[in-house]
């Protein structure tokens, strides 16, 4: 069973920065694609950022391209995102989720088979 733990939400101004982490344990972490989605009050969840198990095939949503960057540390068994120019439609609760196949497409959330329990990020104005 995997286990995922993010950490690092919190508040940020509008401009600011914050690095979410996300805790892999429990399988190998290598046999693993990462995504990062978020949920906003009253919206769906949605897809953030993917990246494949040796990080050689990564993909944004547009709300996040040039801002955001995903990236993987084999030896932490983590998952990162770093977030640059915060705004504040970027509050949201993130969650780290794993999946082994990445046939379908990363944006697809039911392709993901384990999920954390989600980190708060709020931006303000």
């Known amino acids: 069973q995997v286990q995922l733990v993010e950490s690092g939400g919190g508040l940020a101004q509008a401009g600011g920065s914050l690095r979410l982490s996300c805790a892999f344990s429990?399988?190998?972490?290598?046999?693993?694609?990462m995504g990062w989605f978020r949920q906003a009050p009253g919206k769906e969840r949605e897809f953030a950022a993917h990246?494949?198990?040796?990080?050689?095939?990564?993909s944004y949503a547009d709300s996040v391209k040039g801002r955001f960057t995903i990236s993987r540390d084999s030896a932490k068994s983590t998952v990162y995102l770093q977030m640059n120019s915060l705004q504040p439609e970027d509050s949201a609760v993130y969650y780290c989720?794993?999946?082994?196949?990445?046939?379908?497409?990363?944006?697809?959330?039911?392709?993901?088979?384990?999920w954390g329990q989600g980190t708060q990020v709020t931006v303000s104005s």
């Open positions: 989720a794993a999946r082994r196949s990445t046939f379908a497409s990363a944006y697809i959330l039911s392709t993901y088979e384990y």
């Open positions: 429990g399988r190998t972490f290598s046999t693993y694609a």
């Open positions: 990246i494949d198990w040796n990080g050689g095939r990564i």
